[in-house]
C-alpha cells in the first residue's frame, strides 16, 4: 500500500499531463472531424450536373408544345388558299372557253378578238404565276414546320421521357394534353400538304395550258392577218352555194363572246375603274363651280363666255368624257364591248347636238349615227357573211358619197378644226378602199376598213368636243376662283384659251391616232416596236441611257414647266395687274412653282434612270461652269429664292429699285418685273435687286403721304381756310382717317402766303387721282369764299 501510495503521488503530475495531452489530440481529432464534415456541406454543388431533374424535363415538353402551337398559327395564316382555289377554278374555266374558241379556226375570229384573247391570256399567266408563287411560299412555310418536328425526334432528353415509364406517369398530363394537340397538328399538315399539292398542280396546268394557247392565238394572229390581203372568200359577183347562204348560229356565238368579253372585265378591271373616277372627278368639278356661282346669285357672270357644252347640270357632258376615253382605257378590248361603247357615245353626242346645233347640221350628224350604228346591229343578229357583205357595199358607198359631201362643207366653211379635215379626207379613202376589198373577197379588210373610217369620224368628234368642255370647264374654274375671292369679274380669256387649245390639241391627235392604229389592227405591233427601239440600252463612253428614259425627263420637265406656268389659273389669277389685294395668295404661288420646277427635276431624274455617279459627275461639270461664266445666271437664281422666301418684294408691291418705280407684276427665278405708270414693263435681274436699295410703298400697307402745295392772296381768315381744307379732305373716301391731316400756313410776302396740306391715302394706287381730286375741290371752295388761289 505504501508502494502504490507513494507511486500515485509520485507520480499524479505525469498523469495529469498525460490526461491534458490525450484531451487536447481528441479535441483536435473532433474538429477536424467537423472541419472535413463543414468542406463536405460546402461542396455539394459540385453534384453531377449531367443528372436531369423536373424542370428539365418540362422545359423539353414546352418546346414540343410550341412547335405544335406553331403549326396551328402558321397555317391559320395561310389565309389564300380558299381565295386561290376559287381564281383557279375561274381561270380553268375561262382557259376552257378561250381553247374553245381558238379551235374553231379563224372565219368567226377577227384581228381584235385576236388580240384581246392575247390581253386576256396574258392577264391570266400573270394571275397564276402570282397564285404560283404564294403557293410556294406556302409550302416552304410548312417544310419548315415539318423540319422542326423532325428535329424534335432527335432530342435524346425527349426520347427520354416518351420511353420511361415513371417519366410517363410523372408528366401525366402533360401527355394527355400533348396527344390532343397532335391530333390536330397532324390533321393540320396532312390537309394543307394536300391541299398546297393540289393547287400548285393545278396552277402548273394553268400556265401550261395558258402558254399553249398563247401560242395559238399568236400564229391565229399571224395567219389572219396573211389570209386578210389574200382572197378570203368568192369575189362578191360570182355565184355561191345555198348553203354559203344558211344562217350562221351566232346564239351560241354571241353566249360565247359574253362570256369571253365577262372574263376580260374580270381581269382587267383597274383602268376602267380610274376612268370612273376621273369622270366623277369632271362631273363635281363642274358641279362645284356652278354651285359656288349659284350661291353667290352670279350665273350670269359666265353669259359672257358663251359656254356651249359645260351646264349646272353635267350629266350628259360627263358621261361624253367617260365615253369618249373609254376605248382608251382598253385598247385591246372585246369587238363587242367597243361597238356597245361607240354605240352610246353616238347617241349620247346626239342628246348634246340636239339643242345646241342647227337643224340641217344636226340632221347630217344624225346620218352619220345610223352609218355607224346599223352595221353593228345588223352583224349582231347573225346574218350570212354574203349578206353582210352586200350591206357593207351598201353603207360603204353610202358613206363615200357622205364623206365627199361633208368635207366638201367643211372645205367651204373654213371650218377651224383642222383635225376634222384630215378625218374627212381618211374617212373617204378607207370607205374607197372597204368598198374594193368587198367587191375582191378580202372581207377582213372591208370590216377593218369600214370600221376604222367611222370609228375615226367618231373619235374626232368626240376629241373635239372632249377638249372643248375642258376649255370651258377651266374658264368656268378661273371664272368661280375670282368670284369667290371678290376678284374682279373681266379677265382677258382668250389668252388662255389659245394656251389650253395648243396643249388639248396635241393630246387629241395623239388620242385620236392611238385609236386610229387600234382600229386598223397595227397598233400592238407598231407598239411593241416601238417600246423595243425606246428601251434599247444605248451607251456613249461610260454613259449608258435609253431613248425612252431622255423622252421621260423631257416630257416630266415639260409637263413640270406647264404647271408651274398656269396653275395659277386654276385659282382665279391670271397674271392681270388689277389684282393688288393678294399679294399673299400671290407668293405662295410662287412658292407652288418653285417646288413644282425642282420636283418635276427631281421625278424627271429619278424616271430616266440615269445613274447617281453620273448626276454627280454632271454637278460637277455645273460646278465648274458655275466657275468659269455662270456666276450671274446662278446668283439671279438665288436672289429670286430669297426673295420669294423672305418676302421683302412681293407680287402688287409699289418699289423703289435704284432710279425705278412701279408696281411689281412677276418674281421670276431669274428675273422680276415692274410695271410702271405708263404701262411699260421693267425686268430687272433678281441679282440686281438685292444688291440696290429697295424702297418698298406697300410692304407692311398701302398708305401713303401725299403732300399739296399752292399760295393764296392775302387777306384771309386762317382758321376758315384751315377748317374748309380739313372738312374737304375727310369727305374723300380714299383717306386714312386715324392720321389726323396737317395743313401748313407760311407768309411769303404782303400780298400772298403758301398753303402746304399733308395727308395720307388709304391705297396708294390711287393717290394721284386723290391727289388731283381734293386739289381741284380746295380750288373750287376757296374761290367760292373769294379767297384767290394763286
Same mark, same amino acid.
Given at each position: 500500500m505504501k508502494i502504490s501510495s507513494s507511486f500515485s503521488i509520485a507520480q499524479r503530475p505525469g498523469f495529469l499531463i498525460l490526461l491534458m495531452v490525450l484531451f487536447f489530440n481528441s479535441t483536435q481529432i473532433l474538429a477536424q472531424q467537423k472541419k472535413a464534415v463543414k468542406s463536405t456541406s460546402d461542396l455539394s454543388y459540385l453534384t453531377d450536373s449531367t443528372v436531369l431533374n423536373r424542370s428539365d424535363y418540362l422545359l423539353r415538353l414546352g418546346k414540343v408544345f410550341e412547335t405544335i402551337n406553331q403549326v396551328e398559327v402558321t397555317t391559320s395564316s395561310f389565309y389564300l388558299l380558299e381565295p386561290i382555289a376559287g381564281h383557279l377554278k375561274q381561270d380553268e374555266a375561262a382557259i376552257a372557253l378561250l381553247k374553245k374558241r381558238l379551235s374553231q379556226g379563224d372565219r368567226t375570229l377577227n384581228v381584235q378578238n385576236l388580240q384581246m384573247y392575247q390581253t386576256l391570256l396574258d392577264e391570266l399567266e400573270t394571275n397564276n404565276v402570282r397564285c404560283l408563287a404564294d403557293l410556294q411560299d406556302y409550302e416552304k412555310k410548312l417544310n419548315g414546320l415539318k423540319t422542326q418536328i423532325l428535329n424534335l425526334r432527335k432530342d435524346t432528353v425527349l426520347m427520354k421521357i416518351f420511353r420511361t415509364d415513371s417519366l410517363k406517369r410523372s408528366f401525366k398530363t402533360e401527355f394527355a394534353e400533348l396527344g390532343k394537340k397532335r391530333i390536330i397538328m397532324d390533321s393540320l399538315i396532312k390537309s394543307n400538304t394536300s391541299l398546297i399539292n393540289s393547287l400548285q398542280a393545278r396552277t402548273s396546268a394553268n400556265i401550261i395550258n395558258i402558254r399553249e394557247l398563247t401560242y395559238t392565238a399568236d400564229n391565229q394572229l399571224e395567219s389572219v392577218s396573211i389570209k386578210a390581203f389574200s382572197k378570203e372568200r368568192r369575189y362578191l359577183w360570182e355565184s355561191v352555194d345555198k348553203a354559203a347562204n344558211k344562217k350562221v348560229d351566232f346564239q351560241r356565238f354571241m353566249e360565247s363572246e359574253q362570256q369571253v368579253s365577262g372574263y376580260y372585265f374580270e381581269y382587267t378591271r383597274g383602268s376602267r375603274f380610274l376612268l370612273i373616277v376621273l369622270g366623277a372627278a369632271f362631273f363635281f368639278w363642274l358641279y362645284f363651280n356652278f354651285k359656288s356661282l349659284k350661291q353667290r346669285n352670279r350665273l350670269d357672270s359666265v353669259n359672257h363666255l358663251n359656254f356651249t357644252f359645260v351646264r349646272p347640270k353635267p350629266y350628259l357632258i360627263s358621261l361624253i368624257f367617260i365615253l369618249t376615253l373609254a376605248p382608251v382605257f382598253d385598247l385591246l378590248a372585246p369587238a363587242l364591248y367597243i361597238e356597245t361603247i361607240h354605240v352610246l357615245l353616238?347617241?349620247?353626242?346626239?342628246?348634246?347636238?340636239?339643242?345646241?346645233?342647227?337643224?340641217?347640221?344636226?340632221?347630217?350628224?344624225?346620218?352619220?349615227?345610223?352609218?355607224?350604228?346599223?352595221?353593228i346591229i345588223l352583224r349582231s343578229l347573225g346574218m350570212p357573211a354574203r349578206y353582210q357583205r352586200w350591206l357593207l357595199l351598201i353603207f360603204g358607198i353610202a358613206s363615200l358619197v357622205y364623206g365627199l359631201y361633208s368635207y366638201k362643207i367643211l372645205k367651204e366653211k373654213a371650218v377651224k378644226y383642222r383635225l376634222l379635215k384630215s378625218v374627212?379626207?381618211?374617212?373617204?379613202?378607207?370607205?374607197?378602199? #372597204?368598198?374594193?376589198?368587198?367587191?375582191?373577197?378580202?372581207?377582213?379588210?372591208?370590216?377593218?376598213?369600214?370600221?376604222? #373610217?367611222?370609228?375615226?369620224?367618231?373619235?374626232?368628234?368626240?376629241?373635239?368636243?372632249?377638249?372643248?368642255?375642258?376649255?370651258?370647264a377651266f374658264l368656268l374654274q378661273i371664272k368661280s376662283s375670282r368670284v369667290r375671292k371678290d376678284y374682279p369679274e373681266h379677265f382677258d380669256w382668250e389668252p388662255v384659251v389659245k394656251s389650253l387649245r395648243g396643249l388639248l390639241g396635241i393630246a387629241v391627235f395623239l388620242i385620236w391616232l392611238t385609236l386610229l392604229l387600234v382600229n386598223l389592227n397595227i397598233f400592238d405591233s407598231l407598239y411593241t416596236s416601238l417600246i423595243a427601239f425606246l428601251n434599247e440600252k444605248r451607251q456613249i463612253g461610260t454613259l449608258i441611257f435609253t431613248f425612252w428614259g431622255i423622252g421621260l425627263f423631257l416630257i416630266i420637265i415639260w409637263i413640270a414647266n406647264f404647271l408651274q406656268k398656269y396653275i395659277a389659273y386654276f385659282f382665279g389669277d391670271t397674271g392681270d395687274d388689277s389684282l393688288d389685294d393678294n399679294?399673299?395668295?400671290?407668293? *405662295?404661288?410662287?412658292?407652288? *412653282?418653285?417646288?413644282?420646277?425642282?420636283?418635276?427635276?427631281?421625278?424627271?431624274?429619278? #424616271?430616266?434612270?440615269?445613274?447617281?455617279?453620273?448626276?454627280?459627275?454632271?454637278?460637277?461639270?455645273?460646278?465648274?461652269?458655275?466657275?468659269?461664266g455662270l456666276q450671274n445666271i446662278v446668283s439671279n437664281f438665288v436672289s429670286g429664292i430669297i426673295l420669294i422666301f423672305d418676302?421683302?418684294?412681293?407680287?402688287?408691291?409699289?418699289?423703289?429699285?435704284?432710279?425705278?418705280?412701279?408696281?411689281?407684276?412677276?418674281?421670276?427665278?431669274?428675273?422680276?418685273?415692274?410695271?410702271?405708270d405708263d404701262g411699260a414693263e421693267i425686268i430687272i435681274p433678281n441679282g440686281a435687286i438685292l444688291s440696290n436699295n429697295i424702297i418698298n410703298w406697300t410692304l407692311t400697307n398701302n398708305q401713303m403721304r401725299v403732300v399739296i402745295e399752292f399760295s393764296v392772296s392775302n387777306p384771309f381768315q386762317r382758321e376758315e381756310v384751315t377748317e374748309t381744307i380739313k372738312e374737304i379732305i375727310a369727305t374723300h373716301d380714299n383717306i386714312f382717317v386715324a392720321k389726323e391731316p396737317k395743313i401748313i400756313i407760311i407768309p411769303k410776302n404782303k400780298n400772298s402766303s403758301g398753303i402746304k396740306i399733308y395727308f395720307w391715302c388709304k391705297d396708294i394706287s390711287q393717290a394721284e387721282n386723290t391727289k388731283s381730286s381734293i386739289n381741284s375741290i380746295i380750288f373750287d371752295e376757296l374761290e367760292a369764299k373769294g379767297i384767290e388761289v394763286l
Open positions: 353616238a347617241f349620247s353626242i346626239t342628246a348634246l347636238f340636239f339643242k345646241r346645233l342647227p337643224r340641217d347640221i344636226f340632221y347630217k350628224w344624225c346620218i352619220f349615227v345610223v352609218l355607224l350604228v346599223f352595221p374627212g379626207i381618211i374617212y373617204i379613202i378607207f370607205n374607197f378602199l #372597204a368598198i374594193i376589198c368587198n367587191l375582191f373577197g378580202r372581207f377582213t379588210l372591208t370590216q377593218i376598213f369600214y370600221s376604222s #373610217a367611222v370609228n375615226s369620224a367618231l373619235h374626232a368628234i368626240s376629241l373635239i368636243i372632249l377638249a372643248g368642255m375642258i376649255t370651258e399679294k399673299s395668295e400671290r407668293s *405662295k404661288l410662287i412658292v407652288t *412653282k418653285l417646288i413644282l420646277l425642282i420636283g418635276g427635276f427631281l421625278i424627271a431624274v429619278a #424616271a430616266s434612270g440615269l445613274p447617281l455617279d453620273k448626276i454627280t459627275v454632271v454637278l460637277g461639270a455645273l460646278g465648274v461652269g458655275i466657275g468659269l418676302k421683302t418684294v412681293r407680287i402688287g408691291d409699289v418699289v423703289e429699285i435704284s432710279d425705278k418705280k412701279g408696281k411689281v407684276k412677276e418674281i421670276g427665278l431669274r428675273a422680276s418685273t415692274l410695271l410702271t
